[in-house]
């Protein structure tokens, strides 16, 4: 997985690439590392590059949804229509703030 973070005029976008996995988890930990400076900001996690997301993935979003939300916003942004299906499938959906 490979990520690009842009900070913004509503907080900041984190681009991710490739798939949302087990082996995605020091990656993820070091972007949750970086989101520590942009506290009290709208965090969107743009899907739109990534191929998968397993269980693992989808925990790590959920981490991310823990730590973020105490000090501002998550929203998943341009899910691939198997990781909307996923995400319904799991009623993540309704845990997210998820935009096409």
């Keep these: ?34 989101l520590g400076t942009y506290s009290g900001s709208m965090v969107t996690f743009d899907l739109s ?4 997301i397993d269980s693992v993935g989808l925990g790590l979003l959920y981490i991310a ?13 341009s899910p691939q229509p198997a990781i909307l299906k996923l995400l319904e499938l799991t009623e993540a959906d309704g845990d997210f703030d998820v935009v096409p």
């Design 49 to 52: 590059n990534v191929e998968r």
């Design 1 to 34: 997985m490979d990520f690009q973070l842009d900070e913004g005029e509503d907080g900041v976008c984190v681009h991710l690439s490739g798939d949302l996995n087990f082996s995605a988890n020091s990656d993820f930990r070091a972007i949750l590392d970086k």
């Design 65 to 77: 949804k823990e730590e973020v939300t105490a000090a501002g916003r998550i929203r998943l942004k």
